[in-house]
């Protein structure tokens, strides 16, 4: 049985103007950065847990700022929170779209590769003598399968 997730076209100026939007969005964020992974996962997170955390320490860092030491920036603090809650919505928003690119990427692949078979499975099952012989022989290599590699003997103890 075919199944058919999506049915849909997206023009070439529609992908250009989508392209722009993107690109306006990283020229409105031009303080967004690329963090290595290995560091990445030794940073501390602040994650929906935290956000109350890091306000009330912010109100205390404001309210006594007497006992922090010279070089605390306490303006510092405010521009990251700030930062952090505007950021926030806009990448939950993009997580959401980006998911759902995803799945939509999953069905239409999945319809076009569905098809696809049906398309191979015909020329090979009614293409003996009307020429397509070397088309299906051409489909067919995506089926072909690499001989696997023997493993290694184990050396003897």
Known sequence: ??????????????????????????????????VAPKLKKSMPKMGDK????????????????????RSFDIAELQRDVHLFETIYPLAMAIAQL??????????VGSDAFTAALQVYRHAKAHGDGSGLDALVEDLG????????KKAPAEAAI
Do not use: E
């Open 1 to 34: 049985m075919t199944s058919n997730y999506i049915s849909a076209t997206l023009s070439l100026q529609d992908r250009d103007a989508i392209m722009g939007a993107i690109a306006l969005i990283r020229d409105r964020l031009p303080f967004v950065i690329d």
């Open 50 to 69: 935290s956000r109350a955390f890091v306000q009330k320490a912010l109100d205390v860092a404001i309210q006594h700022p007497d006992f922090l030491p």
């Open 98 to 107: 980006q998911a759902d690119l995803d799945d939509t990427l999953a069905a």
């Open 141 to 148: 290599q995506r089926f072909d399968r690499q001989p696997r």
